[in-house]
């Protein structure tokens, strides 16, 4: 079975300050990986996937991150951070094989940013 | 339609009672998944069809629970003689297909408070 840890429920950076989400996954093969945000009130939105191609994989509003097979990680950064980022963010992992898209998503990281 | 749709956006009820809601997907999504997202526990899988195929029903967390989708569109969630453990946000998702690469669509939810 598939599992991902976020580790830290919530992280607070100041305003231009690097931001550092953490994911591991478990998995017996190298899944696929998303992160989502979610904002308050609203649904969850894709940032990025990877999906075995690059390692390293940009997404939207600046966001990237590295598929580290021998981690076992899948961490999310952002260079500088800006205060509309204030959000949740979760990262998910869906099988490599089979038909289901079924995602596994772990408890989500609160994102603090500070003037 | 532009996104996921879903309805209502809030809905309280009496324990013991029975509720529906509601999820359009986005035109031409064969898949559609429901999930539930409790306050500190993420997301948590429930019910997920893909074309006309038997849905996957493997996240349902009791008999109380069932989802159809009529015409391979629209999903109703309905939720028999709710209990107080049953409050949570309900998310409906589509995606174009079914693999492990595809992307899911949320909408912004279904907030459901038994009192």
């Known amino acids: 079975a598939q599992s991902v840890t976020q580790l830290g429920s919530h992280v607070s950076v100041s305003e231009g300050a690097l931001v550092l989400l953490r994911c591991n996954y478990s998995?017996?093969?190298?899944?696929?990986l998303f992160w989502y945000v979610q904002y308050p009130n609203q649904g969850l939105q894709l940032l990025l996937k990877?999906?075995?191609?690059?390692?390293l994989v940009k997404g939207i509003n600046g966001f990237e991150a590295e598929f580290k097979k021998s981690e076992t990680s899948f961490h999310l950064t952002k260079p500088s951070a800006h205060m509309s980022d204030a959000a949740e963010y979760f990262c998910a992992v869906s099988p490599h094989t089979g038909t289901a898209s079924k995602l596994t998503f772990g408890t989500g990281t609160r994102l603090q940013v500070t003037l | 339609g532009a996104g996921v749709s879903q309805s209502p956006s809030n809905k309280v009820t009496e324990k013991g009672k029975d509720v529906e809601l509601r999820c359009d997907p986005i035109?031409?999504?064969?898949?559609l998944y429901w999930y539930r997202q409790s306050l500190g526990q993420g997301l948590e899988f429930l019910i997920y069809?893909?074309?006309?195929?038997?849905?996957?029903k493997s996240g349902l967390p009791s008999d109380r629970f069932s989802a159809e989708r009529t015409g391979g569109s629209v999903s109703t969630l309905t939720i028999q003689r709710t209990q107080q453990e049953d409050s949570a946000v309900y998310l409906c998702?589509?995606?174009?297909?079914?693999?492990?690469?595809?992307?899911?669509?949320f909408g912004a939810g279904s907030r459901l408070t038994v009192l």
């Open positions: 035109s031409g999504h064969t898949a």
């Open positions: 998702a589509s995606s174009q297909g079914a693999t492990g690469a595809n992307v899911l669509t």
């Open positions: 069809f893909q074309g006309n195929s038997a849905p996957d």
């Open positions: 990877y999906t075995s191609a690059a390692t």
């Open positions: 998995s017996s093969v190298p899944p696929y």
